[in-house]
């Protein structure tokens, strides 16, 4: 069965580890949810701590749908290619304006408040990440939905792309984990050390954003599950290196003697 | 030029990535030398804040080690696989003490201080991750030092264990990170958002943290870098996927036309 799964791809197994994802995304949204709503009096766009809470919900929400919009490239990886690739643009774009909702909430707390700016490594982080996504997401959009790149050029950059796709996500896992450890210790300077209910659920939230994140990270690179070529598609592929390799045959080599 | 040097695997360019990742991780640890020298009062074991203060130093220079223990398989990427295994296993020991030290340090001084362990997210991230390296490191050993896993369980095994030590390296990483901010907002929890010298000098370790780990990353995922097979050397070699891919040839896929 294990050998059987693995030779599907995304077949029983690999949809069980997607469903997995699923769950612990919209648990730690929701966690991020109860975190700002029972603890620290909910939402509002008033200047007040309670603008703040909208920072830290949008930006596991936007790391949430950031992460399934990598996974689209496995969960449709028997679809045509052009509607996946939009897809993987439109979802990133969604992620991209609820990050910057995140943003713009906790710049205009900070200014009704006279809180400084961007001094914490969690600033310095998470804003790096912010624009290196962006600047990630126009280079894709050059270079593979709007038809200007070179099939060569396009080659050139996929496995780039895909590097820094990857090194944005851990970046943006890696800043919520920042944001969460500051917030805790703005929050209970003197009581986070007694494992009081609050410091204990922010703590699970930060392990489910690692688990999602090591989850997601698993699918999108374990060669198994890779989006297998489709020659008659696109014949001009950048993919053209897949046909080359055995993992991407319906037998892949793991289950070679 | 650009095509020549990565048809050369780790030619001329792949050589300089070698060698800003060692200056990067070299000034990191000097960095946190100095943190801890010049603003926190250098290092003892005494129980005191000096005990403490081995603690950052050790994790810094354990996360160095570890990095260089991965990337020896693509520096000595054309010499016997044997003995760089054993090298990559060796580092990976120092890399281990020295992390076992730095926990040593810190639960040694929380003890004497009356301080209580385990209650915040770095150190729920630290201390897992330091079970997951131990454990990766007894089944590397078991599986590809130790003569007994079949060719077949190890070629099932590899790419668990190649993800899993990439994983590891971005959560202590990550577990470092969450350890900087929890020091600034302990040490100054008043003047960190004041850009004073010391707050500025953890950020930017931090940031050289991140630099250190994303260009190792690029390093070691990087097909063209990877190791070329060896079939004289290992003919039940577990690498036998990599026989028929073309990116393992001298001319990779992207040098293609």
Redesign the interface.
């Known amino acids: 069965m294990e050998s059987g799964s693995q030779s599907e791809g995304l077949g029983a197994f690999g949809w069980w580890l997607v469903a997995v994802s699923q769950a612990l995304g919209m648990s730690m949204v929701v966690l991020t949810g109860v975190w700002m709503g029972q603890y620290h009096g909910g939402f509002s766009w008033d200047g007040s701590a309670h603008q703040f809470n909208i920072h830290p919900f949008c930006m596991v929400l936007g790391l949430f749908l950031y992460g399934d919009g990598v996974l689209v490239y496995r969960v449709f990886r028997n679809e045509s290619k052009r509607p996946v690739k939009m897809l993987h643009a439109l979802i990133h774009v969604m992620s991209m304006i609820i990050f910057l909702i995140g943003i713009v909430a906790v710049f205009g707390f900070h200014s009704s408040n006279k809180?400084?700016d961007m001094?914490?490594?969690?600033s310095?982080?998470g804003l790096a990440t912010f624009i290196g996504f962006c600047i990630q997401w126009l280079m894709g959009f050059g270079f593979f939905l709007f038809p200007v790149a070179s099939a060569w050029l396009r080659?050139?950059y996929l496995?780039l792309h895909k590097?820094f796709g990857v090194?944005m996500f851990?970046?943006m896992?890696?800043s919520c984990?920042?944001g969460?450890?500051?917030k805790?210790?703005?929050a209970l300077?003197s009581t986070?050390?007694?494992?009081l209910p609050e410091?204990v659920l922010?703590?699970c939230l930060?392990?489910l954003l690692?688990l999602f994140a090591?989850l997601l990270?698993?699918l999108v690179?374990?060669?198994e599950y890779r989006r297998p070529p489709n020659p008659e598609e696109e014949p001009l592929s950048v993919h053209?290196?897949t046909l080359?390799?055995?993992?991407a045959s319906p037998r892949g080599?793991?289950t070679?003697?």
């Open positions: 809180i400084p001094y914490s490594l969690h310095w982080c080659a050139w496995p590097f090194l851990a970046l896992t890696m984990l920042l969460i450890t500051e805790l210790l703005f300077p986070y050390s007694k494992f410091g922010a703590n930060g392990v690692l090591a990270g698993y690179t374990r060669e053209f290196k080359n390799e055995e993992a080599s793991l070679s003697p």
